[in-house]
């Protein structure tokens, strides 16, 4: 059942143990659901909650710790003795007057790592202030220490194993796209067409199902394209609108993201002359993807073919992705922006996402690739341009005829 | 544009500025993206980057805080004057040098707030440890207290227009159950149902179009109902086992969970008597809803009910929802557990879960409700009983005849 070998997990341990090792750290506390995936297999959406994975140097598993009625999915995922998988009962879900970390600290100090170098994900969705506090409080004699990137830190190259996973979910990525756009018309519902995307990216292929992206699908119309983050409305498109789809193909928890943009019926010249400096900034950028490079690097050959013709862009333009759970699929590692000199090697993995956003539009063609031993490959095959949808002719009840 | 009335936001400001003012809180920093929505409007998907409202006692208007290209979907979606939307530079995204908070500090210095008393929500999945550490070094004057259910207190009891939306996302919910549970039979794999679900709960009504819930569609299956947070597999369901749904419809970021387990096929004897130990309890629990009865009293009902036939439930029954986002759709206020004084008043919203899982299988069958003057108002009509969905034949290959 487990989507990679055992000894594939106890190599990623290694590793953990070899950084743990040299930032003198004893003790890791890994929160961050992505991280305990990638070195236990535990895998559900019970994140919601506080759990953990314990990384003892000294030991050679490591220890599951979560909600009581979570334990039998951590046997069932995880490649962990049972006895290594520790619940706390449920009063002290969401209590007011009892907290996980209470518990977590107490079973800390019976098992004698009371007072040692701990490692804490300090910069993590489900690492809260008020957990960190109550560690603290419950551990007076431990040293903390912030752990944050440590794990993804790990993640940035890929196993072979990891690549076909993001290849499978490209295949499934571009399905979806393309049954998404082919959705898009003037008098549909936005919302229809999330659904159309969301169903095709859940079931996948005949070969491989889907799994649920960290992010939902998102596909600002019109005005709101100015916005990249905003989500579906229940309003239909309307003829002369441009759309962003952004969204993740997911397989087994492994993303590969991608951007097209839709004009519905025939663009502007001002726009479809932008989505030709967007897509030669991004074919260049492409380009000079190889081992040896830089982030900053790549970054600033965009930089210069955009600044060619006029156009600035504010934000980092990708960063590198994988294996993740909501509420991101970003690894939160490397980006390719002025300053991250972060040097690419093969099988690292990065969603390069030229998006522009200016006041009243914008527009979004990414593509997710994969450094190899002499350049990039590409992980999807869909057109890289400025889509155009011919309009459908709709009747006055706003249905299409 | 915005779901409610811009009174009824103000309104809700008055209600928290009040509970400020009592707890000697000048400033609130609220960084849970379902109290942002709820006192601005704000709605996108943009909480995986570090953003807040900031909610100033003797000012008008909150601030909006966030990424700079978020800045344009806060324009958007909330009824704040643009002046009061202050953007970060990309630069802090995500980033080894750079942190959000770091720039937040210094606006609300600039801005004659960083020596107040400043309430922040320490216990949210988005105000990481890191966040608060950053706030306190670069506010040494402020003195900061832990506000975190302050405002999800306000929201436990919902307007009418709240209920409005809560049964809109019911009927969703409701019909997203029903092609989920027809689509259930031995050879279907477990993500095309996924997928079934997740269409029927985006395109909605006719009328409505569906809001992505805030927790993905749960189905484990066979042996995995013991774990009522896995996630679905690409594997087939077998004959004779037992499924769980557990769904949630969402309509303007409102949900209305729902939970349903169904047999492929004739249910074991015992599985069947399980099934009416917990719909006795839950008919009993729900008879005993009304204005004036505490949480406590609502889960003794249901203990004693299921005590009767020798069955325990470790976790609680049930808690307030409403308007969420990832990774929960609970408000993480009130609970159906001993020890849990609230006491339930009209417009109260809960979902109550009597789900029984065991080492080898698990059950759940639920309700959401609202309190009414009287008594309780049951959101969904779908059938309150276990399922039997009679096994279609299959052929060699594996699919469905």
Redesign the interface.
């Known amino acids: 059942m487990l989507p990679f070998a055992i000894n594939e997990y106890q190599e990623r341990i290694n590793q953990v143990k070899d950084i743990m090792q040299k930032r003198g750290i004893e003790v890791l506390l890994i929160t961050n659901p992505a991280n305990m995936n990638y070195l236990s297999g535990y895998?559900?959406?019970?994140?919601?909650v506080h759990q953990m994975l314990v990384i003892i140097l000294d030991e050679d598993q490591p220890l599951w710790l979560g909600r009581?009625?979570?334990?039998?999915?951590a046997k069932?995922?995880t490649w962990l003795y049972d006895d290594n998988i520790i619940p706390y009962?449920?009063?002290y879900?969401?209590?007011?007057?009892y907290h996980p970390m209470g518990f977590i600290a107490s079973i800390l100090s019976q098992i004698g790592q009371g007072n040692r170098h701990i490692g804490?994900e300090?910069?993590?969705?489900?690492?809260?202030?008020?957990?960190?506090?109550m560690l603290k409080t419950n551990l007076p004699n431990a040293t903390f220490k912030?752990a944050?990137?440590l794990v993804n830190n790990v993640r940035l190259i890929k196993s072979d194993q990891e690549i076909e996973y993001i290849k499978r979910a490209a295949e499934i990525g571009g399905h979806a796209m393309q049954k998404g756009i082919q959705g898009i018309h003037a008098g549909v519902?936005?919302?229809?067409v999330?659904?159309?995307i969301?169903?095709?990216?859940?079931?996948?292929t005949d070969t491989?199902?889907?799994?649920?992206p960290a992010?939902?699908p998102?596909l600002p119309a019109g005005?709101?394209t100015?916005?990249?983050?905003?989500?579906?409305?229940?309003d239909p498109y309307q003829a002369g609108e441009a759309v962003i789809v952004e969204l993740a193909g997911c397989y087994k928890r492994y993303h590969a993201p991608l951007a097209r943009t839709v004009s519905i019926g025939k663009p502007s010249q001002a726009f479809s002359d932008l989505s030709l400096v967007l897509t030669e900034g991004l074919n260049k950028a492409l380009e000079a993807v190889k081992p040896g490079v830089t982030c900053e690097e790549i970054e600033r050959v965009w930089r210069e073919s955009i600044a060619k013709h006029g156009i600035k862009k504010?934000?980092?333009l990708g960063?590198s992705m994988g294996l993740s759970y909501?509420?991101?699929w970003?690894e939160?590692t490397a980006?390719l922006?002025?300053?991250d000199q972060t040097v690419l090697q093969p099988n690292m993995t990065f969603h390069m996402i030229p998006?522009l956003?200016f006041?009243n539009q914008g527009i979004e063609i990414s593509e997710s690739f994969r450094v190899t031993e002499q350049g990039c490959e590409v992980f999807s095959n869909y057109p890289r341009e400025l889509l155009i949808q011919e309009p459908l002719p709709i009747d006055q009840s706003g249905k299409i005829s």
Chains 1, 2 share one sequence.
């Open positions: 895998d559900a959406w019970s994140f919601y009581y009625q979570d334990a039998n999915g069932a995922t009962p449920d009063y879900v969401q209590s007011k007057t804490v300090m910069e993590n969705y489900y690492f809260s202030a008020k957990a960190y506090e912030d944050s990137q519902r936005e919302n229809d999330a659904a159309t969301y169903h095709a990216l859940i079931s996948g491989y199902g889907g799994d649920y992010i939902v998102l005005k709101k100015s916005a990249p983050h905003l989500t579906w409305s229940e504010e934000s980092r960063y909501p509420p991101d970003g939160h980006s922006r002025p300053g998006g956003w006041d």
